[in-house]
């Protein structure tokens, strides 16, 4: 709205343009001001949005790192002493359980331990750049 107001500055008659001027700079310092506001209030809660974020992909990833050990903790059991449908169930889970855990983030990308990894650094270098930025805000 006060890029086209700029942009129409000069149809104005000439004894107006300063008034319209003045009024469009003032316009601006108060959007500037709320702008500055709003990113004063949000700051806070997203660096917190961010780390919390961080933690429940770090809790997954932890949760699907530690998958792969039932499989060998089914393994590790007397599971031949035991009857033939025992034994049965307990392959069913050994082989079940090599079958790789994928978390899906709906439904469109999976996020295996690799994709979980990226993510994971991904979101470490916003985190740092954003309190770089702020550590440079609070400078000035």
């Known amino acids: 709205m006060l890029q086209n107001n700029l942009r129409q500055l000069c149809n104005n008659p000439v004894e107006k343009r300063c008034d319209l001027l003045r009024h469009y700079v003032k316009h601006h310092i108060a959007v500037l001001d709320l702008s500055h506001q709003i990113a004063v209030a949000l700051n806070e809660l997203m660096l917190v949005h961010a780390v919390l974020m961080a933690l429940i992909l770090t809790v997954n990833g932890f949760q699907i790192l530690r998958s792969v050990e039932v499989a060998e903790s089914a393994y590790s059991i007397p599971w031949y002493d035991e009857s033939l449908e025992f034994q049965n169930m307990v392959l069913f889970i050994i082989l ?11 439904s469109i990308s999976e996020l295996s331990f690799p994709s979980f990894t990226k993510v994971m650094s991904s979101t470490y270098s916003y985190l740092t750049l954003l309190y770089n930025m702020i550590l440079e805000t609070e400078e000035l």
Not at 96 to 106: E, F, G, I
């Open 96 to 106: 079940r359980a090599h079958k790789p855990l994928v978390l899906r983030s709906a």
